[in-house]
């Protein structure tokens, strides 16, 4: 079993066991017999087919595999045969149906067209759309006959789409415009793992993408050397000498920033190397060693020192960057207050509204106050009497609160009393039960006193 039907056997929920013989049956006629199974088996091909491109294990002919492209081929059909089932029969419909859907395109047709994709009028090729869709309909060929597709290559839209997505994400938080300047080598340097995959993007990828991103996107502009994405306040994007400029820098800069590491591991190992050397007693050997090691040390020196004035040269032109956008934002600003100023009229015409505006003011005073007066006199508010029913209603308010606040106080009197007549109370019952004890004891000691007189007569 070859890796990639492994893959999709193992990772697509559609192709289990009960379902193969359905998959690699020739479908085409359920498109008229059975139109919900043949989408299902288009879907689930399709589906397949776009995940097992992002993951590099679609059959190719060079060294490298397309993420982003399908090879559709005999190789792709010998790699998902079975024993039991042999070779898929519709595959060929599958890549047509996604063709004619705008989910996969022939690659030349997507590297030379002008037009976005997105666009109702895009077509691949007035007489592959037309000789598909006839094969499809059955007018052409048939069910009966080979599921025949010109051998090709084909741009999976959902995989770019995605690609596209995550780059997007990464460059969005870079506002300064030389941050989103790149040689085409940084580009695809940076961006190779942007789909995760255990492969890195292919060439093929990358051109593919900056056309998507280009022409379809409109979120960078870019040639052989430089890739230049759309800042925040950009409508228009182009490459200027500027651009290729600062991308050759970050180029230079990023080459010895890659040569110091270098340097610096060589001296590490010829240190090394050199240590080892006198340990073993090899004079000859651990000169050799140092002599290299000085060399290095010596071409690390001049690289950090080249390294460092670039840096800086890359430095001043991000604040020339920034002073630029800073220009242009004041000068935007400047042509708007001129604009609302214009519209304003300037001083003199505000401070002529003000005095209009006070002049109808006084005008609707007066008409006001002239209508009043040729009124009916029984219509005409007397000042004096609101004051006085105010003071009327003033004092009823006041008596309220008064009568309210005396009631509170006779309240609250009363309940002292029934405290004061209760703690009276209880002294007095207890006053009387001390004179009753009082009693009690005089008795007690009375008696006390005549037995003690009787027992002296006795004697």
Request: charged residues 30%.
């Amino acid at each position: 079993m070859s890796e990639l039907l492994n893959f999709i056997l193992n990772h697509e929920d559609q192709f289990r066991r009960a379902r193969l013989p359905s998959l690699y049956s020739d479908f085409r006629h359920q498109r008229t017999t059975n139109p919900d199974g043949y989408a299902v088996n288009i879907s689930a091909w399709r589906t397949a087919l776009g995940h097992a491109a992002r993951e590099g294990l679609i059959p190719t002919q060079g060294p490298r595999h397309d993420l982003l492209v399908l090879r559709f081929s005999e190789e792709l059909r010998h790699a998902l045969e079975t024993k039991e089932w042999g070779q898929p029969l519709a595959l060929g419909a599958v890549i047509s149906e996604a063709v004619v859907k705008k989910e996969m395109f022939p690659l030349r047709d997507f590297l030379v067209s002008t037009e976005s994709i997105y666009n109702k009028s895009w077509i691949i090729t007035p007489w592959q759309a037309i000789s598909w869709s006839l094969r499809q309909l059955g007018i052409v060929g048939g069910a009966s006959q080979a599921d025949n597709l010109s051998l090709g290559r084909f741009v999976v839209l959902a995989n770019v789409e995605e690609a596209a997505n995550v780059i997007k994400r990464q460059v969005s938080g870079r506002t300064n415009m030389v941050d989103r300047i790149f040689s085409r080598d940084m580009f695809m340097k940076e961006f190779s793992g942007v789909l995760g995959s255990k492969q890195d993007l292919s060439d093929t990828d990358f051109t593919v993408l900056l056309t998507f991103l280009a022409r379809d996107k409109r979120e960078i502009a870019f040639d052989d050397r430089t890739v230049k994405f759309k800042g925040p306040s950009d409508s228009i994007i182009s490459i200027t000498t500027e651009d290729t400029t600062i991308a050759s820098l970050k180029s230079v800069i990023a080459d010895l920033s890659q040569q110091i590491s270098s340097l610096t591991s060589r001296i590490d190992a010829l240190s090394a190397a050199a240590r080892n050397a006198v340990n073993e007693k090899n004079r000859i050997s651990a000169l050799a060693s140092l002599r290299s090691k000085k060399l290095a040390e010596t071409t690390l020196i001049r690289r950090s020192e080249m390294l460092a004035q670039l840096e800086r040269v890359y430095t001043n032109i991000g604040q020339a960057a920034d002073q630029v956008e800073i220009v242009r934002v004041m000068e935007a600003s400047t042509v708007v207050l001129k604009g609302l100023h214009a519209e304003v009229g300037g001083a003199e015409r505000v401070e002529q509204v003000v005095e209009e505006l006070r002049e109808e003011m006084s005008n609707v005073d007066e008409v006001g106050k002239i209508i009043a007066e040729a009124g009916d006199p029984s219509l005409v508010v007397d000042d004096g009497e609101v004051d006085d029913e105010l003071e009327v209603m003033e004092r009823e308010e006041r008596e309220k609160k008064d009568e309210a606040e005396a009631q509170e106080t006779a309240r609250r009197l009363a309940a002292l009393d029934n405290e004061n007549a209760r703690v009276i109370a209880e002294r007095e019952k207890k006053r009387q039960e001390n004179a009753g004890s009082e009693k009690g004891i005089e008795e007690s000691i009375a008696a006390l006193e005549g037995m003690s007189l009787e027992e002296t007569q006795t004697i």
